[in-house]
Nanobody, 121 residues
Framework: QVQVVESGGGLVQAGGSLRLSCEAS????????MGWYLQAPGKERELVAS???????NYADSVKGRFAVSRDYAKKTVYLQMNSLKPEDTAVYYC???????????????WGQGTQVTVSA
């Protein structure tokens, strides 16, 4: 079994910072891309930032210059440092991990349970 667990959400004032963490554990052979998505009420889930196993990063235009994604390969953990937060960043943030459990299986995507981020004006 594979578990993906996020932490670090909460309530912060506009202009403040939060750091999200996401750890993958269990029967994992290798991890490819780890990323963060957000879902605001009534809207579809959308990519915030991702990082590949070679360290290449990708960001949504709305967070460039404010958010930074990083990864601890040994701990199978991805982080999202969120600075200069805005009320429109309010959403549930989900961690996504693309991994292989064995050589026989292809790459599968796993999601965390989500963590609420609320930014007050």
């Amino acid at each position: 079994q594979v578990q993906v667990v996020e932490s670090g959400g909460g309530l912060v004032q506009a202009g403040g910072s939060l750091r999200l963490s996401c750890e993958a554990s269990g029967s994992i052979l290798s991890i490819r891309t780890m990323g963060w998505y957000l879902q605001a009420p009534g809207k579809e889930r959308e990519l915030v930032a991702s990082i590949t196993n070679s360290g290449n990063t990708n960001y949504a235009d709305s967070v460039k210059g404010r958010f930074a994604v990083s990864r601890d390969y040994a701990k199978k953990t991805v982080y999202l440092q969120m600075n200069s937060l805005k009320p429109e960043d309010t959403a549930v943030y989900y961690c996504n991990v693309q991994l292989r459990k064995s050589w026989e299986l292809g790459t599968e995507a796993y999601w965390g349970q989500g963590t609420q981020v609320t930014v007050s004006a």
